[in-house]
T-cell receptor, first 112, second 116 residues
């Protein structure tokens, strides 16, 4: 089944404890992207990747890192999480940047 | 900051037609997309307008007018299952990083409630 998977789906952590949210797609998509969704603010792009080893900042990259070492995976890294990073995170992918994006199920993160 | 404006909430009755507008202030972009998101779910793609005009997909249609800086999503024959949030999104805003195709900006979303 074609899909985008994210792990974990739910995470509670404490300020400063490094964490990684994984994202994987099995559709051989070139483009992958991370978003955060907060009430009243809609979806905001954190980072995106046009292809392997090519990543760029979105609109809210501060406090996040990403890597794209292989086509199927695009992990989101929070080196030192803070409470303002409490949010719902979505990973998405598409064959190319201008094409339909497929979203993962989301990761709900709470930073205490 | 955000360049897309949508109404925050819309209410309509089953069987009716509803139009959700999306206005923007940008000098250029590649295209306008629409996504649907049910409570607790992930966004799913509905429609994409690369060019001006109307795109129709079943009960859903989307329209874009670059000269008027305006687009809309039209939902016909509303059903209860259409109750969801709807987001417009533009790709490649010129004022964002020189208009990279990878940069996607979403509106804040319109919550549609369909009543019996």
């Amino acid at each position: 089944e074609a899909q985008v998977t994210q792990n974990p789906r739910y995470l509670i952590t404490v300020t400063g404890k490094k964490l990684t949210v994984t994202c994987s797609q099995n559709m051989n998509h070139e483009y992958m992207s991370w978003y955060r969704q907060d009430p009243g603010l809609g979806l905001r792009q954190i980072y995106y990747s046009m292809n392997v080893e090519v990543t760029d900042k979105g609109d809210v990259p501060e406090g996040y890192k990403v890597s794209r070492k292989e086509k199927r995976n695009f992990p989101l890294i929070l080196e030192s999480p803070s409470p303002n990073q409490t949010s719902l995170y979505f990973c998405a992918s598409s064959f190319r940047a201008l094409e339909t994006q497929y979203f993962g199920p989301g990761t709900r993160l709470l930073v205490l | 900051g955000q360049s897309l404006e949508q109404p925050s909430e819309v209410t309509a009755v089953e069987g009716a037609i509803v139009q959700i507008n999306c206005t923007y202030q940008t000098s250029g972009f590649y295209g306008l997309s629409w996504y649907q998101q049910h409570d607790g779910g992930a966004p799913t793609f509905l429609s994409y307008n690369a060019l001006d005009g109307l795109e129709e997909t079943g009960r859903f249609s989307s329209f874009l007018s670059r000269s008027d800086s305006y687009g809309y999503l039209l939902l016909q024959e509303l059903q209860m299952k259409d109750s969801a949030s709807y987001f417009c999104a533009v790709r490649g805003l010129l004022e964002n990083y020189g208009g990279s195709q990878g940069n996607l900006i979403f509106g804040k979303g319109t919550k549609l409630s369909v009543k019996p």
